[in-house]
């Protein structure tokens, strides 16, 4: 059954479809989001009053994989493309990112898309959305809201199966032998912090050479990765493996590492998630052992949802993108054509 504003939305997509041809012929571009805090628009230039409007809500600037996630958001939703989309950072806080989805709602947006900087705590601003008829399109990470009609769709990696693959290498390559592992967690209540760490427990459970000692939050930042580092090599002075859940902590972890006198990827082993070039760069060079992808490229796939859903179409609750994994080699092999 189709909300008020989806029907609305849904008779006009003949027109936004005959605008967008217009707005390629013109060939006009506009993109003022620059990823930095507050709100920012692409104009809706060539899209002019029939493009379809999405304000979407991201997490924050958080790590590496957020700019590539943020620029291809705002280098696929341009008014070229028929869009007239209205960003916003929130800085990983979820009042700031309640505070946007309202602002969205009061705006009168056609859609609604966002990244949740936490699971929990998202049913109320939800169903205002629902009560306005603008559907909302969850962007990787997922909610925990039982009630499923919240949302058109999650798109994203599936970040449990992303913890269990770093978990079954660990396992397989080092916990031949007993081995000490300290995990340097994402955002306290986060999805993907959630997810990679319970992914990861459960890869091990039947290893019992392999031994988390320590488990704390970096917040997916080098900056707060490389001080809960530095705690984990003054408390534990045997440690043999990182377990990151992302680049950018590991990159932190590197740095604690090597001014501590060790030999990161060597006396200290470093696994972790994202693949952006900094991380695939330092996995080359042997700083890391091991990446599995998170792709933030997911700008493409959310513009033709919202055509989809725009022009009556529906689409699958839950679309998961593929995610590829990488030794060193492998790492070598593909930088060059890295695009994030
Ligand atoms: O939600 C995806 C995660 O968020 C990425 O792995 C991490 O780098 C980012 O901050």
Redesign the pocket.
């Known amino acids: 059954m189709l909300s008020k504003k989806f029907r609305t939305s849904a008779v006009i997509a003949g027109v936004a479809s005959l605008a967008l041809g217009l707005a390629a012929c013109a060939g006009s571009s506009d993109d003022s989001g620059d990823g930095a805090s507050g709100d920012t628009t692409a104009a809706a230039g060539g899209g002019g009053g029939d493009a379809i409007v999405v304000g979407f809500s991201q997490?924050g600037s958080?790590?590496g994989?957020?700019a590539a996630n943020t620029k291809s958001i705002q280098d696929t939703l341009t008014a070229d493309n028929g869009f007239d989309l209205k960003f916003s950072d929130a800085q990983q806080k979820q009042e700031n990112q309640i505070q946007a989805i309202r602002s969205y709602i009061a705006q009168g947006v056609d859609y609604i898309a966002f990244?949740p900087v936490v699971e929990s705590g998202w049913d109320g601003v939800l169903e205002e959305a629902k009560t306005a008829g603008i559907p909302v399109i969850l962007t990787?990470?997922a909610v925990d809201s039982k009630d499923t009609s919240l949302y058109k769709t999650f798109i994203g990696s599936d970040f449990v199966k992303e913890g269990q693959r770093i978990g079954e290498y660990v396992s397989d390559t080092f916990g031949t032998e007993p081995i000490n592992v300290v995990e340097l967690e994402?955002t306290t209540g986060?999805a993907?912090a959630n997810d990679r760490k319970s992914g990861f427990a459960d890869a091990i459970k039947g290893n019992p050479n392999v031994k988390v000692i320590a488990s704390e939050t970096g917040n997916?930042t080098r900056a707060e990765g490389k001080t809960v580092m530095e705690g984990f090599l003054q408390a534990y002075p045997d440690i043999d493996v990182v377990y990151a859940?992302?680049?950018?902590m590991g990159l932190g972890a590197i740095e604690a590492i090597e001014a501590a006198g060790k030999v990161p990827g060597k006396d200290i082993k470093i696994v972790s998630?994202?693949g952006v070039k900094d991380g695939m760069t330092a996995l080359s060079q042997g700083k890391i052992n091991y990446i599995v992808e998170?792709n933030p490229l997911l700008g493409p796939d959310l513009a033709k949802i919202i055509k989809t859903l725009n022009d009556g179409g529906t689409v699958e609750p839950r679309i998961v993108t593929q995610d590829d994994a990488f030794n060193q080699e492998q790492a070598t092999a593909a930088l060059p054509d890295r695009q994030y």
């Open positions: 997490v958080e790590s994989w957020r990244s990787d990470r994402g986060s993907p997916f859940h992302n680049d950018d998630i994202d998170c």
